[in-house]
């Protein structure tokens, strides 16, 4: 990790130190005393609890110093004006002195899958660090960026937001040489009021682009194709269809193996992966795009695409009580949902479909679950719906064509889970998804375990 003074932080950040700590060094930064690691820098944050009632909890787990706006006792700290910030100063400084390419990752589904195909495509030619699971915020992208060796050449780093403006914040940050987005979608519709605003919203990630950055987009989604974006950014197509600069040809799913051929100008290769449902063959797609804009060998991209294995929570697959389980809890929105339950009408048994709300949706609410509710009258035998909206699933599936004894909403997960138990037989296939504030992992851990 890169190894940082308080005087360096505090000039970064516009903050102040006491002279007799100017040379203490942190590595790191953390604003959880739980996860915090000796030697890091705790970031007293305010937030719904006050980071500097934590202060003391953070110096006794080891923490090397505290960026906070008040002091609480003698111990080495920046003090600043605003902690979040001055993380974010700090960042942009530390991320500098490293000097790694910088690729940035955002889009309304699938963006945390892409950050770890193009992670994996590249590391085997470069040393690539990248944002752990759901650091993409403006105080988790930060924290990722302390934490990356001083040898990292290339950062990884996936962009997420709700409202305007984060994502230019983030930018700001990173300076990417390499943006990505991958799609638009209705995530976060709530707050951005229209697919052009959640658009407009992603393009954001241009605000802080270095002035050679190239700028790849999903070719095949409507929203992203012949955009009026400035000349100096450099735009790569990706994608199925005609006319996009690197192509996926001959899709094809066997079994478990996502299989497609690369077609990017003159060159042509195959590649395979352990994955099911064709909706990852866009986030397959922007990673070969990044790695061949990166100079890495096709043989190279190829191994380790085959090798790779996505994150917890997301689509995994495996066998549980004599059934088979879909685990696709981490998050939801219509797209991913739709693709999901996709995966699971195409696998042989009795299909059973466990769907949490899908959160942050606004006034399309009710229309988004109901069409799901459609889509999964097609796909599942039955619906087991959780939530606020899971009568409007239940709605959905029944016009679908569902016989209504073959669906139910519940409201409690206790309820959810012994009915789950009572309805489950050997060879059923399972698929637990829903928005992440759901937390359907709970369902499936307890419908997992043993009942005494």
Avoid at 39 to 60: E, K, N, S
Avoid at 437 to 449: D, N, P, Q, R, W
């Amino acid at each position: 990790m890169a190894r940082i003074t308080l005087r360096d932080a505090a000039q970064w950040c516009g903050g102040t130190v006491e002279e007799k700590y100017e040379d203490v060094v942190f590595d790191g930064a953390g604003n959880d005393t739980r996860s915090l690691q000796p030697g890091q820098l705790f970031i007293a944050l305010q937030g719904v609890r006050d980071g500097h009632d934590y202060i003391p909890a953070a110096i006794a787990k080891g923490a090397a110093a505290v960026l906070c706006s008040r002091k609480v006792g003698d111990y080495p700290a920046i003090l600043v004006k605003d902690p979040r910030t001055a993380l974010g100063d700090i960042a942009r400084e530390a991320l500098k002195r490293i000097g790694a390419k910088v690729v940035a990752v955002t889009g309304s589904v699938g963006k945390s899958t892409t950050k770890e195909m193009i992670a994996a495509v590249l590391s085997g030619t470069f040393r690539v660090s990248k944002t752990p699971a759901n650091h993409n915020n403006d105080i988790g992208m930060p924290m990722a960026i302390l934490d990356m060796p001083e040898d990292t050449e290339v950062a990884v780093l996936e962009m997420g937001m709700n409202h305007f403006r984060e994502i230019a914040y983030l930018s700001c940050i990173a300076h990417p040489d390499v943006a990505v987005i991958i799609n638009v979608g209705t995530a976060h519709i709530e707050f951005l009021g229209t697919q052009q605003g959640i658009r407009q919203a992603k393009l954001e990630i241009l605000e802080g682009m270095t002035p050679q950055g190239m700028l790849l987009l999903n070719g095949d989604d409507t929203m992203l194709r012949c955009l009026d974006v400035t000349p100096k950014q450099r735009i790569t197509y990706f994608g199925a269809s005609e006319g996009c600069d690197v192509r996926a040809l001959d899709v094809s799913q066997k079994g478990g193996v996502l299989r497609f051929t690369v077609e990017a100008g003159r060159l042509t290769f195959p590649v395979e992966m352990k994955l099911e449902g064709e909706h990852y063959v866009a986030d397959a797609l922007a990673a070969v795009t990044v790695g061949l804009k990166l100079g890495v060998h096709p043989d190279k991209i190829r191994q380790q695409l085959d090798a790779f294995q996505n994150m917890s929570g997301r689509q995994e697959i495996f066998e549980a009580k004599g059934c088979t389980i879909i685990n696709d809890c981490y998050n939801a929105g219509p797209e991913s949902m739709a693709a999901a339950l996709n995966v699971l009408g195409n696998r042989p048994g009795r299909h059973i479909a466990v769907l949490g709300d899908m959160l942050e949706l606004g006034d399309c609410a009710q229309a988004e679950h109901y069409k799901i509710g459609r889509i999964a009258a097609e796909k599942a035998d039955m619906v087991f719906a959780f939530g606020p909206h899971a009568g409007r699933v239940l709605d959905g599936t029944i016009t679908g064509g569902m016989p209504e004894n073959m669906g139910r909403a519940f409201d409690s997960r206790e309820d959810l889970i012994t009915a789950l138990r009572r309805a489950v037989k050997p060879g059923d296939v399972i698929l637990f998804k829903g928005s992440h504030g759901m937390h359907l992992e709970k369902v499936l851990e307890a419908f997992l375990k043993e009942e005494k």
